[in-house]
């Protein structure tokens, strides 16, 4: 007869549920982290800059935008694959479900962003004269269907896409220091590391 207790099912996920994200996550993450700091600030320092070096700036910034929704439409392909780990289940369920909303948010955020960008770009009455290359080596087209429209339906477009790649800019600064100020709360006051889930 055998005496050892049979495992519950708590514990069988405890041994199934990884503790952290994968590697490949990790990269992910943090590479879209850094690019995304990179890009809000030439975004904001671009109209403060010398003539000369506006347009490489503003060239690299959409460069960068571009990089950045491959790497997240990447990264939710990842996810979907790769069960994340949980937040620990001592959290309150407000603040476990304000986190997975948080997380929404910045993903469409982060979609919408670049996007925004690229069709405020492809609105621009110069963009058939100007080709568009990621960071001065790979051809990339504008979107064809908002490039090719009437200059006089075009340029009210242009102002109109670059309103909304401006205000979902804020609201994607405004997710992201929530995240931020969120995770080292979790770290420094509460004393429950939610850090460790995404450093190697």
Do not use: C
């Amino acid at each position: 007869m055998n005496t050892q207790a049979n495992p519950s099912r708590a514990e069988l996920a405890d041994t199934t549920t990884p503790s952290r994200y994968s590697r490949t996550a990790m990269l992910l993450h943090w590479i879209i982290a850094v690019l995304i700091l990179v890009n809000v600030v030439l975004g904001l320092s671009a109209d403060s800059l010398p003539d000369d070096w506006v347009r490489p700036v503003i060239n690299t910034h959409k460069s960068i935008g571009i990089t950045v929704l491959g790497l997240v439409l990447l990264r939710i392909l990842w996810r979907a694959s790769h069960r994340p780990p949980p937040l620990p289940r001592s959290f309150p369920n407000w603040e476990r479900g304000a986190a997975h909303v948080a997380h929404f948010l910045l993903y469409l955020l982060m979609i919408g962003l670049p996007l925004s960008g690229w069709m405020h770009d492809s609105a621009w009455k110069d963009a058939a004269t100007h080709p568009m290359t990621l960071f001065g080596i790979v051809p990339w087209p504008r979107i064809g269907l908002i490039m090719n429209l009437a200059p006089a339906v075009k340029e009210p477009l242009h102002d109109t896409f670059g309103a909304l790649h401006t205000w979902l800019g804020y609201a994607l600064y405004a997710l992201l220091a929530m995240h931020i100020g969120g995770a080292l709360k979790h770290e420094w006051i509460d004393r429950k590391s939610v850090l460790k889930r995404m450093v190697p």
